[in-house]
């Protein structure tokens, strides 16, 4: 971890399912950046789910990682995608100036 949450100004947040291959270089760049910016920041892992040693991975790097609740994340999708288009009889005007 390159700083402690209290100090945290940025958290760069890394998405993976099975990414034992790549993972290493992704934590390592990410890492690598906040460093040479001098941001007080750090790299999270949040999986899928993996079977093939990624979170392990990331760990010996320094990375936080989380696991996602694969159930409560399909809720959270869901409702999030209703709340962006509208309900069906109304077309979603977020953001659209003039929208109808």
Known sequence: MIETVATCELSVVIPSLN????????????QRSVQEHRIAGEVIVSDNGSTDGSIEI?????A????IDLERATQSIAWGK?????RPHQPATHGMKGAK
């Open 64 to 67: 936080r990682a989380t696991m």
């Open 58 to 62: 990331a760990k010996k790097m320094g």
């Open 82 to 86: 209703l709340t962006l288009v509208g």
């Open 19 to 30: 990414e034992a291959d790549t993972i290493g270089t992704c934590v390592a760049k990410s």
